[in-house]
């Protein structure tokens, strides 16, 4: 273990030694203490190094490559919103060039969240020129909101956008009514010096996993896989400050890198954060999804919980369960209250089928308890 790992272990579940003790597993054991526990690595559970942000055990501090790319990150994060968005036109300038000369097919993925939003705005000529094109993952489980957005936009490029939908019949429902609620993250992954090393399916084909992995298998990543074939590359909207997990790779493969699968991966907005996503719609003037507008304290994209904290709006999968500790349900009873009641229903009948220990009415109570957090230990023991 690295001699100036930096944790503050008072702000974990568990004691200093248990996590030490942790630290010394296989990454089976791992997993199996971790599923023992009701924790996660994807909601922050395990301890992680203050300054490097991996997790203690895997303390980066004292790699030089490392700190070198974290060096490159805090300058790019540093600069001022209008050298970030110079950067980003810079991108969108030189790899449309690029697809032009070669005649790459590349791929824009938009979802109508305020990510994608942005790339497509970046993008919006040679969208509409035909030189890029867009694609849709339609899960047929998004809000009113979202749909919307889709049509309004595909209107305002004067393109139709590429849609990428699951098998006739294959809906959230029917999927947790076969593989039960998709409650874990179907990742489950530990980051390994500095890379992502994803534990195999076959290691951790638990029931619960499993709901998760075949979930966005049949809605989101069967589609789009088809729809992906052929093409040179993609532009995504991914950004280094939206999860530790990003911000490591990113920081690894920079803005816009050629993969070893002879693929172009463009991330236009790598280093912005969600307050220069906003200004730039603000400088722009462009339309967005509705559902960042469905606020109670004046802030787009934020909503005030009753426990005194707050909600960021997404957008996605309006009956995902991985998301529900956040406050999603909270704000989703406001201002959907259809969806609210169906997603009620889809759990009640899902557990009662399944047997999974999830009492509905337990998360409800969310809204009672003053600590968020506690809801995943609660109600996903
Ligand atoms: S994000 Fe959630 S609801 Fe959507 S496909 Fe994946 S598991 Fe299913
Ligand atoms: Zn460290």
Same mark, same amino acid.
């Given at each position: 273990?690295?001699?100036?790992?930096?944790?503050?272990?008072?702000?974990?579940?568990?004691?200093?030694?248990?996590?030490?003790?942790?630290?010394?597993?296989?990454? #089976?054991?791992?997993?199996?203490?971790?599923?023992?526990?009701?924790?996660?690595?994807?909601?922050?559970?395990?301890?992680?190094?203050?300054? &490097?942000?991996?997790?203690?055990?895997?303390?980066?501090?004292?790699?030089?490559?490392?700190?070198?790319?974290?060096?490159?990150?805090?300058?790019?994060?540093?600069?001022?919103?209008?050298?970030?968005? #110079?950067?980003?036109?810079?991108?969108?300038?030189?790899?449309?060039?690029?697809?032009?000369?070669?005649?790459?097919?590349?791929?824009?993925?938009?979802?109508?969240?305020?990510?994608?939003?942005? &790339?497509?705005?970046?993008?919006?000529?040679?969208?509409?020129?035909?030189?890029?094109?867009?694609?849709?993952?339609?899960?047929?489980?998004?809000?009113?909101?979202?749909?919307?957005?889709?049509?309004?936009?595909?209107?305002?490029?004067?393109? $139709?956008?590429?849609?990428?939908?699951?098998? #006739?019949?294959?809906?959230?429902?029917?999927?947790?009514?076969?593989?039960?609620?998709?409650?874990?993250?179907?990742?489950?992954?530990?980051?390994?010096?500095?890379?992502?090393?994803?534990?195999?399916?076959?290691?951790?084909?638990?029931?619960? #996993?499993?709901?998760?992995?075949?979930? &966005?298998?049949?809605?989101?990543?069967?589609?789009? $896989?088809?729809?992906?074939?052929?093409?040179?590359?993609?532009?995504?909207?991914?950004?280094?400050?939206?999860?530790?997990?990003?911000?490591?790779?990113?920081?690894?493969?920079?803005?816009?890198?050629?993969?070893?699968?002879?693929?172009?991966?463009?991330?236009?907005?790598?280093?912005?954060?969600?307050?220069?996503?906003?200004?730039?719609?603000?400088?722009?003037?462009?339309?967005?999804?509705?559902?960042?507008?469905?606020?109670? &304290?004046?802030?787009?994209?934020?909503?005030?919980?009753?426990?005194?904290?707050?909600?960021?709006?997404?957008?996605?999968?309006?009956?995902?369960?991985?998301?529900?500790?956040?406050?999603?349900?909270?704000?989703?009873?406001?201002?959907?209250?259809?969806?609210?009641?169906?997603?009620?229903?889809?759990?009640?009948?899902?557990?009662?089928?399944?047997?999974?220990?999830?009492?509905?009415?337990?998360?409800?109570?969310?809204?009672?308890?003053?600590?968020?957090?506690?809801?995943?230990?609660?109600?996903?023991?």
């Amino acid at each position: 273990m690295c001699c100036i790992l930096r944790v503050d272990w008072s702000k974990y579940p568990l004691t200093q030694q248990i996590w030490e003790e942790f630290g010394r597993m296989s990454l #089976r054991e791992r997993r199996v203490f971790l599923k023992e526990h009701s924790l996660q690595y994807t909601q922050g559970h395990v301890p992680q190094c203050e300054d &490097c942000l991996h997790v203690f055990f895997n303390c980066q501090c004292n790699n030089q490559e490392f700190q070198e790319r974290k060096k490159l990150w805090l300058k790019e994060l540093s600069k001022s919103f209008e050298e970030k968005l #110079r950067h980003s036109e810079d991108i969108v300038r030189e790899k449309t060039q690029l697809i032009k000369d070669n005649n790459l097919k590349i791929v824009l993925a938009y979802s109508g969240g305020i990510d994608s939003e942005c &790339c497509l705005q970046l993008f919006k000529e040679p969208i509409s020129q035909g030189v890029i094109k867009v694609i849709v993952g339609n899960t047929t489980s998004e809000l009113p909101d979202t749909y919307k957005r889709w049509r309004e936009a595909e209107q305002e490029l004067g393109v $139709k956008f590429m849609y990428g939908l699951p098998e #006739r019949g294959t809906t959230f429902e029917s999927n947790a009514n076969i593989f039960g609620l998709p409650v874990y993250s179907r990742n489950a992954c530990v980051v390994m010096a500095g890379e992502k090393k994803h534990i195999k399916r076959e290691e951790s084909s638990s029931q619960s #996993r499993r709901s998760t992995i075949m979930c &966005c298998f049949n809605l989101k990543d069967k589609p789009q $896989k088809l729809l992906l074939k052929g093409y040179d590359g993609d532009i995504l909207g991914l950004k280094a400050t939206e999860s530790r997990g990003r911000s490591i790779s990113l920081k690894k493969t920079g803005d816009c890198f050629f993969s070893n699968d002879m693929k172009w991966h463009i991330r236009p907005i790598a280093w912005w954060t969600i307050d220069d996503e906003w200004e730039f719609q603000k400088e722009k003037g462009f339309k967005y999804n509705g559902i960042y507008d469905k606020t109670n &304290c004046g802030t787009k994209g934020k909503y005030k919980l009753s426990t005194g904290g707050y909600y960021k709006i997404r957008s996605g999968c309006a009956y995902c369960p991985q998301g529900i500790h956040n406050g999603y349900l909270e704000w989703l009873k406001e201002y959907y209250p259809t969806y609210f009641n169906k997603l009620v229903n889809i759990y009640n009948n899902v557990s009662a089928k399944h047997n999974d220990g999830i009492d509905f009415n337990k998360v409800l109570e969310i809204k009672k308890v003053k600590n968020p957090s506690l809801f995943s230990s609660s109600v996903f023991s």
